[in-house]
């Protein structure tokens, strides 16, 4: 309150003042706390015109806890050179004493005291000379009496790196008198009653005055998770180009969709325990399009549509096995089939971004369970140069212009390949997706036409996210350990899109 004793105080010693007060030195004069003086200088400050006060800085050094208990008792050498006895001390022993580790070393230093290895009890220590002047003592206790300037820079720097001294900053206001200066202080009124109006009384009242350059109080409201920020770009994003978004509200998937539909071998190695989930209840998918089934049964043990095939025994039961979807492609491939169905042929633009979950160790990058980024676009003649051209728009409008392809491997697609941009920041080319064109022994067997392609490419949702907001490990942007206030802080995402670059050569 403006009108408290210390305000008041204040006012007094200003009123006798020739020029201003220090808050710092009022705070020593009148024996109190300085920050209690600060209150008092900013509730006169809102009065308006009362005092005007400066804040100034100064730097100051100052004693440590241990270097006051230093500056008291002496340094950690002198208590060891004094505890050493004429006839010496064994070495184990002074090691036992509160100073002994640092003052040991400290006093072997100063050429205080030996060792003599060759007793006969074991190492011990004994005095070099008579007597020994303290001078870490002296110099602590000339700066605890305000002379720290008879220090030299080089005292003062060996003082800091022991931790025995330390340089503050201390902010005081100098205060003078303000033009409407006056030791009698009213509150002023913040609000304007009926009252007031009705008696007229508010004619003779002060008023604080409004300041309309306050923010107002923000209303709570619920906050987006920075993957759902950076979901919404992406899925605008899409849209923008003119894609239509895939059911994919199944995470349990049968693995047939998951895998053999996707013309992936029964006995590849992403089947195994080890990198899937697999449900023990229900544990078969109890429904499927069994003439289709067999069309993908026969392209797998016998070949089709110009392929071989694996040449193995393809069993229904291992097709039928229930888990949880290891990529969102399972989505792609209920979709391309449905699309197969609807006659005549109409090229179509998918997207979809969802969860899928694979059995990886989890670490800084990696977890169980995350989302997966999936375009894929159907029509006549697309080749890998469309492939190509649709990737440069894409993440161009993610604001990533430097490309490089790699040939790469997927048993689905062929050609494949992986999608590299360069980081400015860590200084190379670091993946960001995957890419190819769905083999012919995928998509004839779904009765899609033969002149018919399908380019599809993926990229995770989380390691964008993770760069966009300077998140280093995965477990504290998803999970139980996450801050809700990294929630609550975390900004707007704007994935800002840079001018196309000149076309950069594709790597071989």
């Not at 509730?43 to 100052?62: D, N, Y």
């Not at 025994?313 to 089939?337: G, V």
Request: glycine residues 8%; proline residues 6%; contains cysteine.
């Amino acid at each position: 309150m403006a009108d408290g004793p210390v305000a008041e105080l204040l006012l007094r010693r200003l009123e006798a003042s020739d020029g201003g007060l220090d808050s710092a030195e009022l705070a020593a004069e009148l024996g109190m706390e300085h920050q209690a003086v600060v209150g008092a200088v900013k509730s006169l400050q809102a009065l308006g015109e009362v005092i005007e006060a400066e804040l100034r800085s100064t730097k100051r050094w100052e004693l440590t806890a241990e270097g006051e208990e230093i500056a008291r008792e002496g340094s950690h050498e002198a208590r060891v050179f004094r505890s050493i006895p004429p006839e010496g001390l064994a070495q184990s022993e002074l090691m036992r004493l509160p100073s002994g580790k640092v003052g040991f070393s400290k006093a072997m230093s100063n050429k205080w005291i030996r060792v003599d290895k060759s007793a006969a009890d074991g190492p011990r220590v004994f005095r070099v000379v008579d007597s020994m002047e303290d001078e870490v003592q002296r110099r602590l206790q000339l700066v605890q009496g305000g002379q720290a300037e008879k220090l030299g820079e080089k005292e003062r720097s060996e003082l800091r790196k022991r931790k025995l001294l330390a340089e503050v900053t201390l902010k005081t206001y100098w205060v003078s008198k303000g033009s409407a200066f006056s030791t009698s202080i009213s509150k002023q009124e913040t609000e304007l009653s009926p009252e007031m109006i009705s008696s007229g009384s508010w004619r003779d009242r002060p008023f604080k005055p409004y300041n309309f350059l306050a923010h107002g109080v923000l209303p709570d409201s619920g906050h987006l998770h920075p993957l759902l920020k950076v979901r919404s770009q992406f899925r605008q994003i899409f849209l923008e180009m003119g894609f239509t978004e895939m059911p994919t509200d199944n995470f349990i998937e049968s693995s047939f969709w998951n895998f053999d539909a996707l013309f992936q071998p029964q006995q590849h190695p992403a089947r195994d325990q080890h990198d899937t989930f697999f449900l023990r209840d229900p544990a078969e998918a109890l429904q499927l399009p069994m003439d289709y089934v067999q069309r993908v049964k026969r392209t797998h043990s016998q070949g089709g549509y110009g392929s071989q095939g694996y040449k193995y025994t393809w069993k229904l039961d291992e097709a039928r096995k229930n888990l949880l979807r290891t990529h969102t492609t399972s989505a792609s491939a209920r979709a391309l089939y449905r699309l197969a169905q609807k006659k005549p042929f109409t090229p179509v633009k998918y997207f979809s971004i969802d969860r899928v979950f694979r059995n990886e160790t989890l670490d800084a990058t990696h977890l169980a369970e995350f989302h997966q980024i999936e375009g894929v676009v159907a029509d006549h003649g697309l080749t890998l140069g469309h492939l190509m051209g649709v990737l440069r728009e894409f993440f161009t409008k993610l604001g990533i212009t430097q490309l490089r392809f790699k040939p790469a491997y997927n048993p689905y697609t062929e050609p494949s390949m992986e999608v590299f941009s360069y980081h400015q920041g860590l200084k190379k080319w670091v993946e960001v997706g995957n890419s190819g064109v769905f083999r012919p022994e995928m998509l004839l067997p779904m009765g899609l036409p033969e002149n018919v392609s399908v380019i599809a490419w993926g990229l995770s949702l989380e390691r964008p996210t993770m760069i966009k907001y300077g998140i280093n490990n995965i477990r504290d942007l998803v999970g139980h350990k996450v801050n809700l206030q990294m929630v609550y802080d975390s900004p707007l995402c704007r994935l800002d899109a840079e001018p196309r670059p000149p076309p950069t050569q594709e790597a071989a």
